[in-house]
C-alpha cells in the first residue's frame, strides 16, 4: 500500500492554499503551517514530502514571502503550479449584520484585492492578521460584532454566515500557486515552464540586454520578467525570470548554460507543468516557425553550386 505523501501548506485548514492542496492527486496527508517561511522550512528539513505556498496574485502580484525565501533563503525546487479562482466574501458569526461590523479582519493580500468594497465601508477599520482562514477563525471565536474577509469554505469550516458575496475587486482575480520539493525535476510534458533567476556580478550598461538577448536569439518566450532586491544594498538586484519550456529541451538547456558561462550566475527554481493552454499554443507557434525558416533557408542552400 502506498503511504500518503506529507503536504505541507499556509494554513490553517480552510485557506486558499488549502484548497490548492485538495487539487493534488492522492493519497496525501495535508499539513497546515503557520506562515510561508515555516511551510519551506519544513520541506527544506524533510519534516513533509513537499509544500503548497502561493506566489503570485492577479491584482496584488508576487507574493514576496515566497519568492524571497526561494531566492535566498533555501536550495528548493517547484514542482508544479496550480492556479485558483480567488472569491472573496464578508462573514460573521450568525446573527451580527453588516451594519454592526465594526473591524474587517483578514489576510494583507486579500484586503488588498478588496479596496472598492472597503471604501464603501466608512470607519470601519481593517486589521491584518496570518491568513483569510486565520480571520475567519478568529472571527468565530470572538465575542465582538467583527467580520472576516475569507472564502466560503472557511465560512463553512467555522460556521460563520455570509453577509456579502463577491467583494473582489476583479472579477477574474486568481492566484498562482506552487508545489515546492526538494530536489525533484518533474518529466517535461511539453506544457511546462521554466523559473531561474539571474544575479549579476556586477552592474554595468547593457547587462539585462545582454540577458534577454539570450533568450531572443533562441526564440524563447518569457512570460514573466522582474526585479528583486538582493537584500546586500541599496539599488542591487536580481531578475527572476520565468520562460515556457523545459530545462530537458536541448534549446533551454544550452539558453542556461550560455548565461552561466559568460553573463551572469544562474539559480534555477524548476521546470514544471503548468496550468493552461497559452503555453501550448505559443509553443507550436515558435515550432512552426523555425520550421518554416530551416525549409526557407534548405531551399537557398539547395541552389549553392558545386
Known sequence: MTSARRVGFFGPVGTFTHEAVGTLPGPLEAVPFTTITDVLDAVASGDVDCGVVPIENAIEGTVSATIDALLFDHDLLIEREIVIPIRLHVMARPGVDLVDVREVWSYSHALAQCRKFMSTLPGVPVVNVGSTADAARAVAASDQPVAALASRVAAATYGLSILVEDVEDADDNETRFVVIGKDRVPPPTGHDRTTIVCFQDADRPGSLYGILGRFAA??????????????????????????????????????????????????FLGSYPVTGDDAVSRRDEVGAARVAAREWIDQIRNKISD
Open 218 to 267: 533562441r526564440d524563447l518566450n518569457l512570460t514573466k520578467l522582474e526585479s528583486r532586491p538582493t537584500k546586500r544594498g541599496l539599488g542591487d538586484y536580481c531578475f527572476v525570470i520565468e520562460l515556457d519550456g523545459h530545462v530537458a529541451d536541448d534549446v533551454i538547456a544550452d539558453c542556461l548554460a550560455d548565461l552561466q558561462a559568460h553573463l551572469t550566475r544562474v539559480k
